[in-house]
């Protein structure tokens, strides 16, 4: 018998206490002996609090109240029928796809420019990334302040332009105010997508586009079918992460809006907020977060798979 550890070994059923149990492979417990420590640390940090968060959705938990009386599925049955909570969905999921679409854009427009040969291409490269590396409460703050209703620079250029005679309440008007936020994340998350798609972008061969350009293809025919489709596993994997972390954003709205004018930018982080520290529901609250996750799920199964799917490639 070969006794070679890369040789697979035979795995012989056995009886075990009435069990069929089965013989690992040589070197399977040291597999598992190091992964250990990851697996005890995932479930500390993810599978400890998750399993929490579950329980106190199901109970009527109070913040400062040590009683906590097992209600099933009442906090979500509540959630349902708030009409808050509706509306929370649906501006939670029209932020995120709006976002998406204006960061896709921006950041391939711009990915495409800085993969010119530019004679200041380094500089602009370091300069593009900036707004996605400041912190995101310097960048409420300061958008704060240009989107003021009274002395922000948005009102002021607009006058200026004699695009407008009065101030607009960019912050305090339910029918901008939604917009204005989204327009802020779409300036924070496009560098990442141009980053990404400018690393992609130049994995593309230019032996392609030279070889198409020969052909008679012009740069219109070129980007459909050489760029496009050379950047679309940077371009999902990036979707996929921005869409996670956009679904999930708090600070940048709460900072600026705080979830106003009255429901106009309650997404669901801010609803949960709301719930859980200023109601004091902390169970009603956490059912609100729960809700999220199914839809964070998904996203992060396309995500797994599509990785998955790259690295077979």
């Known amino acids: 018998m070969n006794l ?3 040789t697979p070994v035979t795995v012989m059923p056995s009886r075990l206490f009435g069990w069929r149990a089965y013989r690992l492979p040589r070197d399977a417990g040291l597999g598992y002996l190091l992964v250990l420590p ?39 049955i509540d959630s349902v029928k708030d009409p808050i909570f509706r509306h929370s969905v649906f501006i939670t999921v029209l932020y995120t796809l709006v976002a998406q679409a204006g960061k896709v854009s921006l950041g391939l427009m711009v990915a495409l420019i800085l993969n010119q040969r530019l004679p200041i291409r380094s500089f602009l490269r370091g300069v593009v990334i900036l707004p996605w590396a400041l912190p995101t409460v310097a960048s409420a703050l300061t958008f704060m302040w240009m989107l003021s209703g009274g002395y922000g620079v948005f ?5 200026q332009l004699h ?29 990442f997508f141009a980053i ?30 050489i760029t496009i489709p050379g950047i679309i596993p940077v371009l999902t994997v990036t979707s996929l992460l921005s869409a996670i972390w956009t679904i999930n954003d708090f600070t940048l709205i709460w900072v600026m809006t705080q979830g106003g004018p009255s429901t106009a930018t309650t997404v669901l982080p801010v609803l949960t907020y709301r719930a859980a520290f200023l109601s004091l529901e902390l169970g009603k609250g956490v059912a609100v ?3 999220l996750v199914p839809l964070v799920v998904v996203l992060i199964f396309l995500l797994v798979r599509t990785l ?5 490639r």
Not at 65 to 73: D, K, R, S
Not at 204 to 224: M, P, T
Not at 308 to 312: F, I, N
């Open 308 to 312: 998955s799917r790259a690295e077979e």
């Open 4 to 6: 070679d550890t890369q």
């Open 196 to 225: 990404c798609l400018l690393a992609g972008l130049q994995s593309i061969s230019q032996e392609l586009h030279e070889a198409a350009s020969v052909d008679g293809a012009s740069a219109i025919d070129r980007f459909w079918h």
């Open 38 to 76: 990851i697996v005890v640390l995932l479930l500390g940090l993810v599978g400890y609090p998750f399993v929490l968060a579950i329980w106190q959705s199901l109970h009527w938990k109070l913040i400062g109240v040590q009683e906590a009386p097992f209600i099933g599925l009442g906090n979500y």
């Open 289 to 291: 977060s729960v809700a």
């Open 163 to 191: 695009l407008i005679t009065t101030n607009i309440n960019w912050l305090s008007s339910p029918d901008l105010a939604l917009w204005a936020v989204t327009g802020v994340n779409i300036w924070r998350g496009f560098p």
């Open 155 to 159: 009102n002021y250029v607009l006058r």
